[in-house]
């Protein structure tokens, strides 16, 4: 059974950090692209950085390029996101899926990780 458990959100001040895991099981994560995406509130679900098998690649969403970044350990099962310079329009709900900039079929939305960033 396939499942991500995203965690590491919180209640953080604008500038501050936060990083963000995703475990995964129930599939060979080493072989899958992995991606983290946001849901402000009101706002449509968008794809905020992506990563290849490997971590050799990494793409980010114009608006966290440079602040945010992305890695992952395949002997973890793990992907994360390292959240710096924080600002208020990051509040959200952040998910991981699988896949490369674009949703696969292989998982499903998990319950994501709420992140607050407010003063």
């Known amino acids: 059974q396939v499942q991500l458990v995203e965690s590491g959100g919180g209640l953080v001040q604008p500038g501050g950090s936060l990083r963000l895991s995703c475990t995964a099981s129930g599939f060979t994560f080493s072989t899958y692209a992995m991606s983290w995406y946001r849901q402000a509130p009101g706002k449509e679900r968008e794809v905020v950085a992506s990563?290849?098998?490997?971590?050799?690649?990494?793409n980010y969403a114009d608006s966290v390029k440079g602040r945010f970044t992305v890695s992952r350990d395949n002997a973890k099962n793990t992907v994360y996101l390292q959240m710096n310079s924080l600002k208020p329009e990051d509040t959200g709900v952040y998910y991981c899926?699988?896949?490369?900039?674009?949703?696969?079929?292989?998982?499903?939305w998990g319950q994501g990780t709420q992140v607050t960033v407010s003063s």
């Open positions: 990563i290849n098998t490997r971590g050799s690649s990494t």
């Open positions: 899926r699988t896949g490369y900039w674009v949703p696969t079929t292989s998982s499903s």
